[in-house]
C-alpha cells in the first residue's frame, strides 16, 4: 500500500476522493492514478519526536490575564426645551 496526493476530485462506489487530500492505495493504483496524472507521490519524511519539556526544568506555564475594562462615558438625561 502506498499513499498519494489527489489531484483531481475522484468518485466512485468506494467513495469520494477530495483534491488535496492523501488516501492510501494499492501499488497498481497508485501507479495509475501517479501516470494519468490524478495523483501524485507522498514521500513520508522520517521525522524525529519532539523532545518532552519537564515542567520542573524551567517549563514554567505562562498564565494570561485579560487588561482591565475601559472606562465607559454615561449619557445625561436631555431635559429638553423648557425643562420642568
Known sequence: MRKVRMITLSAGPL???QPG???EVTD???DALVEGRFA???VEA???PAPAEDATAGGAVEAATAPAPAESAT???NKG???A
Open 21 to 23: 487530500q492523501v488516501v
Open 15 to 17: 467513495g469520494v476522493r
Open 40 to 42: 501524485s507521490d507522498v
Open 28 to 30: 497498481e493504483e497508485r
Open 75 to 77: 449619557a445625561k438625561k
Open 46 to 48: 522520517a521525522v524525529a
Open 81 to 83: 426645551k423648557g425643562g
